[in-house]
């Protein structure tokens, strides 16, 4: 069964920084990758998809890469705003139609 | 309609009450899934639908657990004689499967509490 870590668990960080959301996966066997954000009391909302054919996508402040020979993935924000505070999921998709969640990096940017 | 709809939002039950929760997923898409997130804990996979038939219910976690779906929309999570485990946030997701990867659009959540 897919496992998928997240480090850190929890990050605080002052408004304006660079900051690097690691993922990895017990079986680097990965279809697609997707970042999500969720926020309190709510839904998630997809950031980032990284197809099977690419290795890197970016939106605007965010960049998401995947390292698929070592199963890791990495989101990169630059200059954090107190706006990006939450918290972030990454799914891996094992080509079965189901997303394997990780349990999440707890994101606060401090103004 | 715009987004995925889950209802209800909040839900306090008493061990041993059946429960039901509902997902109206974003219209014309034709996967819908169940997830489950406890506190503190990742969101566990419970069930898949393509249409009205589930491929892979594989996470369901016990025979209490059930789901339908009806006219390849909404779709029905029944917890019956539910016990304090259950207590945890229900999302449901709906994607179109077309040639592109598979995007998921997550509803707000159902919060179950079972006292």
């Known amino acids: 069964k897919q496992e998928v870590t997240q480090i850190p668990a929890a990050l605080s960080v002052p408004e304006g920084e660079n900051l690097v959301l690691n993922c990895s996966f017990t079986d680097s066997a990965i279809y697609n990758l997707q970042w999500f954000r969720q926020d309190p009391g709510k839904g998630l909302t997809s950031l980032l998809l990284?197809?099977?054919?690419?290795r890197e996508q970016t939106s605007g402040r965010l960049n998401a890469s995947l390292d698929k020979s070592s199963g890791r993935s990495t989101l990169y924000i630059a200059a954090s705003q107190p706006g990006d505070s939450a918290t972030y999921l990454c799914?891996?998709?094992?080509?079965?139609?189901?997303?394997?969640f990780g349990t999440g990096t707890r994101l606060t940017v401090i103004p | 309609g715009a987004g995925v709809s889950q209802s209800p939002s909040n839900k306090v039950t008493e061990k041993g009450k059946d429960v039901e929760l509902r997902c109206d997923p974003i219209s014309g898409h034709t996967a819908l899934y169940w997830y489950r997130q406890s506190l503190g804990q990742g969101l566990e996979f419970l069930i898949y639908?393509?249409?009205?038939?589930?491929?892979?219910k594989s996470g369901l976690p016990s025979d209490r657990f059930s789901a339908e779906r009806t006219g390849g929309s909404v779709s029905t999570l029944t917890i019956q004689r539910t016990q304090q485990e259950d207590s945890a946030v229900y999302l449901c997701?709906?994607?179109?499967?077309?040639?592109?990867?598979?995007?998921?659009?997550f509803g707000a959540g159902s919060r179950l509490t079972v006292l």
């Open positions: 799914a891996g998709e094992t080509g079965a139609n189901n997303l394997f």
């Open positions: 997701a709906s994607s179109y499967l077309g040639p592109g990867a598979n995007v998921l659009t």
């Open positions: 639908f393509q249409g009205n038939s589930a491929p892979d």
């Open positions: 990284i197809q099977s054919s690419q």
